[in-house]
């Protein structure tokens, strides 16, 4: 038997006899590979497919549920917006090149901006101040002298590209790119400390508890202003003024703390807010997410207004056209009805509105809860054509207050490190703020870049010294800000008639005494005073815009001699306001018998002379008695 | 010399080479079932996935490739070495020397048609090279053609068809010896049953050419032109071309002026 296996063993052919062992094996290995990845694969949707190809995230996410029609995994698939391998089977090979956070703007022209998506969306917003941040980036660099003037094309793109940035750069790199809406997001907390993620940022709708991990956090075009209160809440901290809260300093009675720690006040929020109105109900898609130009600043990009609401005359509506697909996406998306629509400055169609035929307008909550508004048109009355006051915008009447900020301190430590948000990394340097005295109060008026007179608040006021051997810079500078405060009551008319502080001069004491005005300057209480100019109208502050300034001397004094006559004339429907230069004739003929306004300049010698702005008295003209360098002054 | 240390058993490097051809080209066949050049990584990931055992078929057909190369090249080294191309007929020898970049090509096709990172990657480089061809892109469409599908046709059909003639004029056989089959079938199966053929993830930067072409790769990071690094494998596929008719100082010297340099380049991308 043995000799019979021996000599066919000898018959048979070696190395065929190996080679047919080893196939075996090797056929017995992959049949263990085949069982187990059957095993792997059983019962999972493998055959899925999305838009007619291969969809095998499904294979493993099939149960995700949260996320609205628009963005069903059904219809998407998950690497329409994750990215990734969807053809691959292999978890880290399905992983790789995966979009943890899609929207992130680095990538979001794969994710979101892709072509059959939000391409032009993304193209818009890439472009936007909330990406570029040009505005804020020019202001800065001018407060450090870095820069001529407040505008330059400069975005954080390009300050990402500094290999030895400025103190400018690397001041906005530190602190103000927190917000830059490109900023890598790392985690998918979503809280008002949140910042960057591109489209995320803002389109993550709050989740529920994030305990389930098949629950997609829904995405929505119902943004809530929590979305914008993380960012929006500091420098004009218009988050908060709008919400009723004023940020106090540390140390100070406060009544909450805001997400960050900083204490603040209760006060009493913007009548908008009150209403329940979210930041969005106002706020247009264009102006918010760009719309396809390169703004300097935020007011170039802001097209809503005040009277796209509270019209002054009948608004006409028209249907919407063939060049508003987005809009028409938007009230698709939303569920609603297309109608007429009137629109912005700008033309964006307001979507949202409806002009009914009393005049007054519909608004329709895009926020996350279903809610409608009445708003009544601007009232045809004296207060609001009132000779003399075309060029005021609104908020300057019916701002309650805004943050008048003078004493926060910046300081920089070489030996300490911080996180730079644009090369997100620790490098060495740290830039300490320490905030000083807030205050509050009616915000001062200016006049805007667009000749509008609004108002103004003081804006990064600065003591710094960018070198060892450079002289210190030091100066103040002054905002155009819409503080959120709207209130239906305006100011009164003495709140800027007879008012300093509004006027630009600063804190101080502004009286009628005898027939002149007398300002007499308080002392400074921060490291910066409040005085954008002074009564020559010699601008001591800078404008953070290329064409704002403060009032002239000429229109302080027409402010003042107006302001003269408000303690009687207190009212706009006062006949002396349908021709105040016909009034002041009369007075100086001596027609005006009733008028008890001093005529001659007062003989009490307790009156400081060197105080005097304005004389007003019976002559023929006003001439100024101080500093003044011009002659005649001349009513408007 | 590889000749007296040559097991008396085992085939030599031309029965081999030859011995691969069965094994790539009914694997080649099972793939083409499932491969589809309208979607090529998709239909890669099924295959490997999805197809039963079809993993095992596309690690046969691509480890059986490789082998192919492998003993192709070793084949042409050790012809060389007993200086046989003395004593074959000149055009016998020409169409050997024809048949190894017709094998480079097949692989590289082959690797182009995976439509992963890297393949993508190499088909814009392989475009822009050939681009730089001074006829007008011919070479470029012949080759590579417009689509994934054309460049299918490419290494299914023309390609392959040109290498059996070519195999086929050159061994004057008609079929390999069992051992020749055996021998590299049952070495390409055990490969595939225990290691899968690559596809590199979505996302992945690509980095290296295959490896046969990483001294190639290495080369072209290295010259200032994207021509030079061609010149001397040319220069080598002439000479052997031509290595009948010159005397063996030519060989030896253009052998270390050109392998010996692209075996340190390789060396050098490997690394990279």
Redesign the interface.
């Known amino acids: 038997m043995i000799d019979s296996l021996v000599a066919l063993g000898r018959r048979l052919d070696t190395p065929l006899v190996i080679c047919l062992a080893a196939a075996w094996l090797a056929i017995a290995a992959a049949v263990w590979r085949e069982t187990a990845r059957d095993q792997q694969w059983r019962d999972r949707p493998l055959a899925a497919q999305v838009n007619g190809r291969p969809e095998r995230c499904l294979a493993c996410h099939a149960d995700v549920t949260g996320l609205a029609p628009a963005h069903d995994p059904e219809a998407l698939g998950c690497s329409s917006c994750h990215l990734g391998d969807p053809f691959a089977f292999d978890e880290d090979r399905a992983h790789a090149g995966m979009e943890r956070f899609p929207g992130d703007l680095a990538t979001a022209t794969e994710s979101c901006g892709q072509a059959a998506c939000h391409s032009e969306a993304v193209h818009h917003v890439t472009g936007s101040l909330m990406n570029t941040g040009r505005g804020m980036i020019s202001v800065d660099r001018f407060c450090f002298g870095e820069q001529a003037g407040p505008d330059s094309a400069l975005t954080f793109a390009d300050l990402a590209r500094e290999k030895a940035p400025t103190p400018a750069a690397d001041h906005l790199r530190r602190l103000c790119a927190s917000c830059h809406l490109a900023t890598r997001r790392d985690d998918h907390a979503l809280d008002r400390f949140t910042r960057g993620g591109g489209c995320a940022a803002c389109h993550l709708a709050e989740p529920a508890p994030y305990r389930d991990p098949n629950r997609h956090r829904r995405l929505t075009v119902a943004v809530d202003s929590e979305r914008c209160f993380g960012c929006h809440s500091r420098s004009g901290r218009i988050a908060l003024s709008y919400h009723g809260l004023a940020e106090v300093a540390p140390g100070q009675p406060f009544d909450v703390q805001l997400y960050d720690g900083r204490p603040a006040r209760r006060v009493e929020p913007d009548v908008h807010a009150a209403a329940g109105m979210g930041c969005i109900d106002c706020h247009t898609r264009a102006e918010v997410m760009g719309d396809g130009l390169d703004h300097d600043h935020k007011e170039e990009a802001i097209e809503i207004a005040c009277i796209d609401c509270h019209p002054t005359t009948p608004t006409v509506a028209a249907p919407l056209t063939e060049d508003d697909a987005i809009t028409r996406r938007l009230v698709a998306l939303r569920g609603w009805e297309e109608q007429s629509v009137s629109r912005t400055r700008k033309g964006t169609p307001l979507y949202f509105l409806t002009m009914e035929t009393d005049g007054r307008v519909t608004v329709r909550s895009r926020g996350p809860e279903e809610r409608r508004w009445i708003a009544g048109p601007t009232p045809d009355d004296p207060d609001h054509s009132l000779a003399g006051h075309e060029r005021l915008a609104c908020q300057a009447c019916h701002s309650r207050r805004a943050p008048l900020c003078t004493g926060c301190h910046t300081s920089y430590a070489p030996d300490e490190t911080q996180w730079d948000h644009l090369a997100g990394r620790e490098r060495p340097g740290r830039w300490r703020e320490k905030p000083g005295p807030i205050e509050y109060g009616p915000p001062l008026l200016g006049v805007a870049d667009d000749g509008r007179i609004f108002p103004f608040i003081p804006g990064m006021p600065l003591r710094v010294q960018t070198g060892p051997d450079l002289p210190w810079l030091e100066d103040s500078y002054f905002a155009p800000l819409a503080p959120h405060t709207t209130t239906r009551a305006a100011r009164p008319c003495s709140a800027c008639h007879r008012d300093g502080a509004t006027l630009g001069l600063g804190p101080g004491a502004l009286d009628y005494v005898g027939a002149a005005w007398h300002f007499t300057p308080a002392p400074a209480t921060g490291d910066f005073d409040l005085r954008w100019t002074k009564p020559d109208g010699h601008a001591v502050g800078r404008a953070t815009r290329p064409a704002a300034r403060p009032f002239t001397a000429v229109e302080i004094d027409a402010t003042l001699t107006v302001g003269a006559c408000v303690p009687c004339h207190k009212q706009a429907d006062d006949p002396l306001y349908e021709s105040f230069r016909g009034g002041l004739d009369r007075w100086r003929e001596g027609a005006a018998r009733r008028c008890d306004l001093p005529a001659t300049e007062t003989s009490d010698p307790g009156v400081d002379k060197s105080t005097i702005i304005i004389e007003i008295t019976n002559q023929a003209s006003i001439t100024q008695q101080n500093k003044r360098t011009s002659g005649e002054f001349r009513i408007p | 010399m590889l000749r007296p240390t040559w097991p008396a058993?085992?085939p030599s490097t031309g029965s081999l080479t030859l011995g691969c051809l069965p094994v790539v080209l009914v694997s080649g066949g099972l793939l083409a079932i499932h491969f589809d050049p309208a979607?090529p990584?998709?239909s890669?990931?099924?295959i490997?996935?999805?197809v039963?055992?079809g993993?095992?078929v596309r690690g046969l057909h691509y480890f059986a490739s490789h082998l192919l190369l492998i003993l192709a090249v070793a084949h042409t080294a050790a012809r060389l070495s007993a200086r046989d191309y003395r004593r074959v007929p000149p055009a016998a020898w020409g169409v050997a020397v024809l048949v190894l970049p017709l094998v480079v090509w097949l692989i590289l096709s082959g690797f182009l048609l995976r439509g992963d990172p890297e393949a993508i990657g190499a088909a814009e480089v392989a475009r822009h090279l050939l681009g730089l061809l001074p006829d007008g892109g011919h070479t470029r469409s012949c080759l590579l053609g417009t689509n994934a599908a054309a460049l299918y046709a490419q290494h299914a059909a023309t390609a392959t068809v040109l290498l059996l003639v070519l195999i086929l004029a050159h061994a004057r056989i008609g079929w390999p010896t069992?051992?020749a089959v055996?021998?590299p079938?049952?070495a390409a199966?055990?490969l595939?049953?225990?290691a899968s053929a690559p596809?590199v993830?979505?996302?992945?930067d690509p980095v290296h050419a295959p490896w046969y072409l990483l001294g190639l790769q290495e080369a072209l990071h290295r010259t200032p032109h994207p021509a030079w690094p061609f010149l001397p494998p040319l220069v080598l596929l002439a000479g052997l071309l031509v290595l009948p008719r010159v005397t063996d100082r030519w060989l030896h010297a253009a052998l270390v002026l050109v392998v010996g340099p692209y075996l340190i380049l390789t060396a050098l991308g490997w690394m990279r």
Do not use: M, R, S
């Open positions: 058993w085992l979607a990584l998709a890669v990931e099924a490997e996935e999805v039963p055992f993993f095992l069992a051992h055996a021998l079938t049952t199966l055990c595939a049953a225990i596809i993830p979505q996302g992945t």
